[in-house]
């Protein structure tokens, strides 16, 4: 696992220096060594919506879903790319499961 987190450090360094696709490159790399490695499906999602890849992005997004089902951040990043993408209604979807399990949120104290 440790090599695994040191591909993920590096990918986040790649993404701090602006290099998106070296980033993404090293997150394909931990995928193809443990498939459910959900930081980086979570950075992927991120990453590929930024370079333009909704449907890859979308994937990703529901991948973390699939991997952590009872974690509301999962339900709300789902929200956000799909959003991001134009699919208004799976994103207001996922915005609802998001918030039936309590995810808090802008407006809840």
Same mark, same amino acid.
Do not use: W
């Given at each position: 696992m440790?090599?695994?987190n040191?591909?993920?450090?590096?990918?986040?360094a790649?993404k701090?220096?602006?290099d998106?696709?070296? &980033?993404? !490159?090293?997150l394909q790399?931990?995928? %193809?060594?443990d =498939?459910?490695?959900?930081l980086? #499906?979570?950075? $992927?999602? +991120?990453?590929?919506?930024?370079?333009?890849?909704?449907?890859? &992005?979308? !994937?990703?997004?529901?991948?973390?879903? %699939?991997?952590? =089902?009872?974690?509301?951040?999962? #339900?709300?990043? $789902?929200s +956000?790319?799909?959003?991001?993408?134009?699919?208004?209604m799976? &994103?207001?979807?996922?915005?609802?499961?998001?918030?039936?399990?309590?995810?808090g949120?802008?407006g809840? #104290?």
């Open positions: 440790s090599d695994l040191a591909l993920y450090d590096a990918a986040t790649l701090n220096q602006g998106l696709p070296g &980033a993404v !490159a090293k790399e931990i995928l %193809e060594q =498939p459910g490695y959900v980086a #499906h979570t950075a $992927l999602a +991120v990453h590929l919506q930024k370079l333009g890849n909704p449907q890859q &992005a979308l !994937a990703h997004a529901k991948k973390v879903v %699939e991997l952590e =089902p009872n974690d509301p951040f999962s #339900h709300a990043q $789902l +956000v790319i799909a959003q991001r993408c134009g699919m208004i799976e &994103a207001e979807d996922a915005l609802a499961r998001s918030n039936q399990m309590g995810s949120g802008c809840s #104290h």
